[in-house]
């Protein structure tokens, strides 16, 4: 029997659209079968252990009774008559579905969340009686007189009809008290009154959350209830359960422990998975759920690209080229395959945070309320000095916080975290430093909280600092991610870009770094290459000779680059690197579609200012013509024009040949 996936107990379907026989008893099942998967059920059920902290009546009577009825079927399995009534057929069909739904709603509620269960603990009472009711009603039919049963088992059979028959669902008076004491301290938080620590501890330890990891598992929990649901006001209440549980894990049990520095990941919403770098999200460099694709061919994740225009540019923030225009087209083949690899994964698809607004809608008060509070708790244990091990425990709760969502960002922000982070970014301490610079990376996505990193004193001397000479790789791919984040805004694109610590310090990267940095520095360096005003300080940064030395590995990124920098003043730059023209050529000729788009920009540029020597030079590679053609009849409407361009570049170098050979 496959194992039922946990789910809010109240979607069992009403009675009259319960599941047919044939869903779970296969028509060629014999009689003495029949019985034996029946026996089977029950007993399954009675080794089942009763809730410990909610609904512990309802749960334990039901599994009791269970255990009673697996003897009445094990009397009939051990004694089976040969010819098995049609109504006893029948009634033990009914009784499997029976006790099936009994299972399930028994393990839903024992593996599933305990707020949301006290929560709903009068409608999952009142699930439990409906089945005793069915129960009792199929063993007042069941036909007892068509089985050589001893006396002491009928009158057992008896007692549970007895039993079963009760005119209304039993609410337990202590979950009721339970659950009105959790919605008072969800409107204590509404109401931004912070909730008696000692008062919230009996809570949750009536709960059953007594630890760190409780709470985290509870969280887990609720989590999967918000994708589970399809009622929007259930989805809002569960939001606001979720920044109750957080707010008490920090304050009653401790931040969590950081993982070690080798299981921590940039992208935390799946903590421990690296992801494919094409189904990564250039902007957000997290994993895309609905990719699109823009006007330049490039794809992008749709919230991460709606942000980027809505935030006023008009340029692809990977190749910097003017956007034609604005629509999107989803790249449903690339859905797909994240899709099936999520799966593989075993990664949620469809949400990768908890959203505090729902469909639009207002966002959650108590959840928002509860993040700062526990966002200012963690601040001010932060600024008490604590010791290196509290201190990362700390961070490293606030990492997590930063996660979630956009609404979380702010409020982070706002408790003063930016500034309390500072000094962690020159920590000796490696794992301190990777959850300070992580953190502050979490943050930069949201748009209003770069202004508050770009004027924070010290925050973007440390960001350098860790890209410069931080204590590992990760902490320095994402101070690169942050600066890339940053760079998104036109005002800070210039302001950073002018600092020769950070180019020098996105160079190295890209020169030395693992695949996951080099890619990150590459990226922040295409966008400041997009400003004129920065180019003179990449060519003195060594950015060409970089991006030349890269094309092998980073096609697309590296020929981006080179075409940026030879638009905006940098051809001499380009030609006077090591054998540029022939690599940016071999690129034009055999490289991906995307990359071959940028070479020929580049060449285009390049021809144009370079001299006479650079068009001879590219005209004597072999097959580059070929190339050229291929692009104007394949290629986007952009590498079209570029390759017709250059095409007539060469051909006019070739007559001008031509002339002098002729005049000689």
């Not at 902290?53 to 009673?68: D, H, P, Y």
């Not at 009472?125 to 006396?151: A, G």
């Not at 008490?384 to 609404?407: C, F, G, I, M, Q």
């Not at 638009?567 to 730059?573: D, L, P, Q, S, Y």
Request: net charge positive; glycine share 4%; charged share 25%.
């Amino acid at each position: 029997m496959a194992k039922p996936k946990p789910a809010q107990p109240l979607v069992f379907p009403p009675r009259k659209l319960r599941p047919s026989p044939e869903a779970f008893i296969s028509p060629n099942f014999s009689n003495q079968k029949l019985v034996q998967s029946v026996l089977i059920l029950s007993k399954e059920i009675s080794s089942l252990k009763p809730l410990d902290s909610i609904l512990k009546r309802c749960s334990s009577s039901m599994i009791c009774k269970s255990n009673l009825l697996s003897i009445l079927f094990e009397e009939i399995y051990r004694n089976p008559i040969i010819y098995l009534p049609k109504s006893a057929i029948l009634c033990f069909e009914e009784i499997y579905i029976v006790l099936q739904r009994i299972k399930t709603l028994l393990e839903d509620c024992s593996k599933g969340s305990k707020m949301w269960l006290i929560m709903q603990n009068e409608s999952v009472s009142i699930s439990f009686h409906e089945l005793m009711v069915d129960l009792s009603t199929l063993l007042d039919i069941f036909p007892l007189h068509e089985f050589n049963l001893n006396e002491d088992v009928r009158e057992m059979v008896l007692l549970i009809r007895k039993q079963c028959w009760e005119k209304k669902a039993f609410i337990d008076p202590t979950d009721k008290n339970l659950r009105f004491e959790v919605s008072k301290l969800l409107d204590q938080i509404k109401n931004e009154i912070v909730p008696d620590h000692f008062k919230l501890k009996q809570i949750f330890h009536k709960l059953g959350l007594k630890n760190s990891k409780s709470c985290k598992e509870e969280i887990e929990s609720l989590e999967d209830e918000v994708q589970n649901q399809v009622c929007e006001k259930s989805t809002v209440e569960i939001i606001g359960l979720i920044g109750l549980v957080r707010y008490a894990k920090c304050v009653l049990f401790g931040a969590s422990t950081p993982r070690s520095e080798s299981s921590t990941s940039r992208f935390d919403s799946t903590d421990t998975i690296t992801f494919p770098v094409d189904f990564r999200c250039p902007i957000s460099l997290d994993l895309m759920r609905d990719p699109v694709v823009v006007a330049t061919g490039q794809t992008y994740d749709r919230s991460s690209i709606n942000h980027w225009i809505d935030s006023g540019h008009n340029t692809c923030p990977k190749t910097g080229q003017v956007l034609a225009h604005t629509h999107l087209i989803s790249n449903r083949a690339l859905k797909n395959l994240i899709a099936l690899w999520c799966r593989e994964q075993k990664i949620p698809f469809e949400v990768t945070e908890t959203n505090y607004r729902v469909n639009g809608s207002t966002p959650n008060k108590a959840a928002i309320e509860a993040t700062k509070m526990t966002a200012l708790f963690l601040v001010n244990k932060l600024s008490a000095s604590p010791s290196n091990e509290s201190a990362n425990r700390l961070v490293y709760e606030l990492r997590l916080l930063a996660k979630t969502d956009s609404e979380n960002r702010a409020c982070i922000a706002e408790a003063e975290t930016i500034s309390a982070l500072v000094r962690y970014l020159i920590s000796n301490d490696a794992n301190l430093q990777i959850n300070a610079v992580t953190t502050i990376l979490n943050l930069s996505i949201l748009e209003s909280n770069k202004k508050r990193i770009m004027e924070t004193n010290g925050v973007i001397d440390g960001i350098t600092e860790v890209l410069r000479t931080g204590a590992t790789w990760e902490a320095k791919e994402n101070a690169a991610a942050t600066i890339f984040s940053l760079s998104g805004v036109a005002e800070y694109r210039k302001k950073l870009g002018k600092k020769t610590r950070v180019v020098k310090g996105l160079v190295e990267l890209a020169k030395m770094g693992p695949s996951n940095g080099k890619k990150d520095a590459l990226v922040a360096i295409l966008n400041f290459a997009g400003e004129r005003e920065t180019v003179g300080r990449l060519i003195e940064g060594g950015v060409v000779d970089m991006a030349v030395g890269l094309a092998a590995e980073f096609p697309e990124e590296a020929m981006a680059i080179i075409a940026a920098v030879a638009k905006r003043g940098g051809v001499a730059a380009v030609v006077a690197s090591f054998q540029s023209i022939r690599i940016i050529g071999g690129i034009l000729r055999d490289g991906p579609e995307a990359a071959r788009e940028s070479a020929v920009a580049g060449l285009v540029s390049v021809c144009r200012r370079g001299g006479a020597e650079v068009v001879a030079e590219l005209a004597s590679m072999a097959g580059i013509e070929r190339s050229m053609w291929e692009l104007m009849a394949t290629g986007t409407v952009r590498s079209r024009r570029k390759a017709a361009s250059l095409m007539r570049i060469i051909r006019r170098w070739a007559a001008s040949l031509e002339n002098q050979t002729v005049h000689c």
